[in-house]
């Protein structure tokens, strides 16, 4: 993924936030009235002290105190509706902000998705964005009521005394430079704590996903140790992070209050010499100094938070700016269209462009073929289905369906036609019934019921509590490895596609089940092309057609009996199968 500069993630943050014009619109009003009446209540405070001083009309002295408390009334509800206008408009931009990454995610490459964790994916769309709200929320509450806060102070002190107006301009951006200084070392530091984070959360993922597999191989040590560095890496870039960080504020507040002391100074001062300073106008003054070196801190600390934030956002708007799986296909699949002859061309193809995996691959597969696949592990097995589904790009050639291009039509109406049923089982968080409907949502209770007496599974259902509406949580954990899978072949029972694929699609299943899956599978096969991958060579043994391939290559190809007779790879494969099982 492209990695954006600082610059440019502001910039993306600014126009995505700018698709929400009215909130945008509420906010900034909010804060202009916030800031109008936080620099009218110290020239109220100065009148009232003048008229005391003075000792001048009380019905002014009175009128005076009565806009302060009015303007004391109306700047605290202006400050109780801004976070609620602000808290609005970031709550709309990063619900839209999720949508889009979880959209985002489902067009991305498979290769994408490949080389990320998951863990990793996880804390992108959901604790980088966390910690991004809480940066636009900082940035939001202080920062641009600061800044404006700083300008129209200036113009305000401008007015009272040219003077001590030029000290404060010349003295305060010594604050700013430090608190600059900071920034840039605490935004690398926080930029490895969000990488750290990541690494963080995928080892956690990790072990808990795969909890029995680290127990049976007694590795918990081991990830353990893991955890370990992940951690003292994550608190190490955190404390050096929030380290410099939380510096700026007490550096800038001592820098400001140093000038404000002085100020105070200079203007006691000019009215012991007689100058036309009064001492209401010098608390006027002294306010709006307050007032304008106030947003320094908060700014300081806001940038610190901010660097944080944009670290977070670099990482998602790096996942929203990482280039799409480019759709070719014009046409529309229908299912009426499909016979099931599947053709490959001069096929080439490498995950990695360096490393080619296929070379050269010609196979013409008739329409309604019961089709094996079988090899040694990483011989490409699956490789050809990916290739077939459209989950990678082939690097040459060329696949064709019942003698057309599958590149010609779109991705979604050739995969509806295709039916797989994998090695590995999901399983969503839901009822059995949405399960297996869940390639066929609109599937009635009775279609669904047919689909797991087909699949062998309806038996093991009706013994759960509620059957049907039984609810399984954490991906069907509930349920043994073989009925989940009974559950993912249900689902291709429903669906009935008009291509067939089985990725060792009985290997959790006991063999009495299996079977009657078998059995199941025989009358779904029926006149449609089918693809099993099996590493049992006792189960393909009635394929029409089986290829065997070996690095990629399809080194033999025919029924059982055509290969047997010749005694090359398959041969001996099924020696060795028959050695094994004695």
């Known amino acids: 993924m492209r990695r954006q500069t600082a610059n440019q993630t502001l910039t993306r943050l600014a126009k995505d936030l700018a698709s929400h014009p009215f909130l945008l619109f509420l906010a900034f009003l909010g804060t ?12 109220l405070i100065g009148q009232v002290i003048d008229q005391a001083l003075v000792a001048g009309s009380s019905l002014v002295f009175w009128q005076i105190f009565i806009q302060m408390i009015l303007v004391v009334i ?24 999720r949508e889009r990454i979880i959209h985002k995610l489902h067009r991305l490459p498979i290769a994408f998705v490949d ?67 900071i920034a840039k070392r605490s935004y690398h530091l926080f930029q490895k704590q969000t990488e750290t984070r990541g ?36 608190a190490g870039y955190s404390q050096s992070a ?69 670290a977070c956002a670099e990482r998602v708007y790096a996942v929203l700016e990482s280039p799409e799986v480019a759709e070719i296909g014009k046409e529309i699949l229908t299912s009426d269209q499909v016979k099931g002859a ?27 073929s019961k089709v094996a696949i079988v090899g040694p592990t990483g011989a490409g097995k699956s490789t ?24 010609d039509y779109t991705r979604a109406s050739l995969r509806q036609q295709f039916g797989m049923v994998l090695q590995e089982t999901w399983l969503k968080q839901g009822t059995i019934h949405d399960n297996i409907a869940f390639g066929n949502p609109d599937a009635s209770r009775e279609q669904v019921i047919a689909a797991a007496k087909a699949a062998n599974a309806d038996f093991f259902i009706q013994q759960l509590p509620q059957g049907y509406d039984t609810k399984l949580e954490n991906a069907g954990e509930s349920l043994s ?32 089940t299996e079977v009657l899956v078998q059995d199941a599978f025989a009358k779904l096969m029926k006149e449609r092309t089918s693809f099993i991958i099996a590493h049992r060579l006792s189960t393909i043994q009635d394929a029409d057609l089986i290829l065997v391939l070996v690095d990629g290559d399809i080194v033999e190809h025919g029924n059982h009996q055509d290969l047997m007779a010749r005694k090359g790879k398959y041969y001996q494969m099924q020696k060795a199968a028959a050695f094994s099982s004695e």
Do not use: C
């Not at 509706?81 to 808290?87: C, R």
């Not at 290739?387 to 696949?399: A, E, H, V, W």
């Open 481 to 512: 490895v073989g009925q989940a899978q009974l559950l993912t072949i249900a689902r291709v029972f429903l669906a009935i596609p008009k291509i067939l694929i089985l990725d060792e699609a009985t290997s959790s299943i006991d063999t009495r």
């Open 384 to 407: 050809l289905i990916n290739l077939l589904m459209r989950f990678y790009p082939i690097n040459s050639g060329d696949i064709l369906l019942d003698g057309q291009s599958i590149y």
């Open 242 to 310: 929030i380290f410099y960080s939380s510096t700026v504020n007490p550096s800038t507040r001592f820098v400001n209050a140093l000038i404000y002391a002085l100020l105070a100074g200079v203007g006691a001062y000019r009215i012991m010499m007689g100058s036309t300073l009064t001492i209401g106008r010098l608390v006027t003054f002294l306010n709006y100094v307050q007032q304008y070196t106030k947003p320094f801190n908060d700014i300081s600390s806001v940038l610190a938070e901010l660097q944080s934030a944009l």
């Open 115 to 181: 080389r990320q964790g998951s863990g990793e994916m996880v804390s992108r769309v959901t604790t980088d964005i966390e910690q991004l709200v809480a940066g636009l929320t900082m940035i939001f509450n202080q920062f641009f009521i600061g800044v404006l806060m700083i300008l129209v102070s200036i113009l305000a002190m401008l007015q009272i005394h040219l003077l001590m107006t030029l000290l404060v301009l010349l003295l305060t951006p010594l604050s700013m430079v430090i608190s600059r200084f």
């Open 199 to 234: 690494i963080q959360t995928q080892l956690i993922e990790e072990s808990l996903s795969q909890q029995t597999i680290i127990q049976s191989f007694n590795a918990q040590g081991e990830f353990i140790q893991r955890l370990h560095e992940a951690n003292a890496n994550y």
């Open 32 to 43: 202009i009235a916030q800031v109008g009446l936080s620099i009218y209540l110290p020239i």
């Open 74 to 97: 109306g700047n605290t509800l202006v400050q109780w509706a801004n976070p609620l206008l602000y808290n609005r408009l970031i709550f709309s931009y990063t619900k839209d902000l």
């Open 342 to 368: 599947i053709s490959f061309k001069h096929v080439s193809f490498g995950y990695h462009l360096e490393k080619v995996l296929i070379k050269d691959l010609s196979i013409d597969i008739p329409a309604g």
